[in-house]
């Protein structure tokens, strides 16, 4: 949460700021593809490479990134220095843990979907996270 809480201090993102955020961050970086629904609503972006896999995900409303640590971040750390950015090794490692009472009180950028139950909030991956809130 309070990861979470630093990401939303330091960015809000209004009108289509996110837009132009993941042009940057192709312009950056050419090898990188874009995994995100707009029109339906997503609440995370994806960006992967043939190498690694997905290597970035970012939420819509506020500045966080989650990097994994195999990309060479420098290729677009000018882009998204401003946001709160935190490496990772993976995606599926359930070493993660949220209260969703203080999620909705303090982070209401953030609208947890799954139904209570559907995922253990006191371990969970950042995939648990993505598919929780997409």
């Known amino acids: 949460m309070e990861l ?3 990401a939303r201090d330091k960015k809000i993102f209004l009108n289509n700021e996110f837009e132009e955020l993941l042009a940057k961050i192709q312009l950056a970086d050419s090898s990188l593809k874009l995994d995100w629904d707009d029109g339906a609503g997503e609440e995370w972006a994806r960006f992967f490479n043939q190498k690694d896999g997905i290597v970035c995900m970012m939420n819509t409303n506020i500045g ?3 990097i994994r640590k195999c990309y060479e971040f420098n290729n677009i750390k000018h882009v998204i220095g401003m946001l709160e950015i935190v490496f990772t090794d993976d995606y599926n490692s359930d070493k993660w843990f949220i209260d ?3 999620l909705k009180q303090n ?3 953030i609208y ?3 139904s209570e139950g559907a ?8 995939d648990d996270l993505y598919f929780a809130t997409v």
Not at 119 to 126: G, H, I, P, Q
Request: glycine letters at 0%.
């Open 4 to 6: 979470l809480k630093k």
């Open 64 to 66: 966080v990134a989650f």
């Open 100 to 102: 969703l009472n203080d």
């Open 107 to 109: 982070i209401p950028e």
């Open 112 to 114: 947890w979907h799954a």
């Open 119 to 126: 995922v253990n909030t006191n371990c969970f991956s950042l």
